[in-house]
């Protein structure tokens, strides 16, 4: 789960030859070949880890609640470290949205239920943000 962070790291102030390096080191990093299975548990056991630490205080808690912003951040991530080593563009989706979306077009994730989840993750995002 270690790896998990680099999907959504990206330079963001300095110079730029070395935001540049920055980047293609995180990409390279995140196309590298993973254990699909192995990614699975790390990614079931880091939710699990943040749910304890941080439980859904009520229902309204988008974040951490069960189906929440949590569980689609950590479905796009995990996707995307199991399946970046076939298709190298996933490793530069920075947002959940955007990873959501390649991964459909790339057919790792059903259309619709894609379509599904940006749809909820925007309406999340935009009301409780």
């Known amino acids: ?16 030859s070395l935001i540049g390096e920055l980047d293609r080191f995180v990409s390279e990093t ?3 070949p993973r254990d699909r299975a192995k990614i699975t548990h790390e990614a079931r056991d880091m939710r699990a880890r943040v749910l304890k630490e941080f439980p859904p205080v009520n229902a309204w808690d988008i974040k951490h609640a069960s189906g929440g912003m949590m569980d689609m951040d950590f479905l796009a991530q995990a996707l995307t ?18 990873a959501l979306r390649m991964l459909a077009e790339e057919g790792m ?15 999340l995002n935009e009301v409780f943000s």
């Open 81 to 98: 470290l199991a399946h970046a080593h076939a298709y190298p563009a996933l490793a530069e989706a920075r947002s959940t949205r955007v």
């Open 109 to 123: 994730l059903d259309t619709s239920a894609a379509a599904a989840l940006i749809e909820d993750y925007t309406f």
């Open 1 to 16: 789960f270690e790896f998990m962070a680099l999907t959504r790291a990206r330079g963001v102030a300095g110079d730029a």
């Open 30 to 32: 995140i196309r590298g």
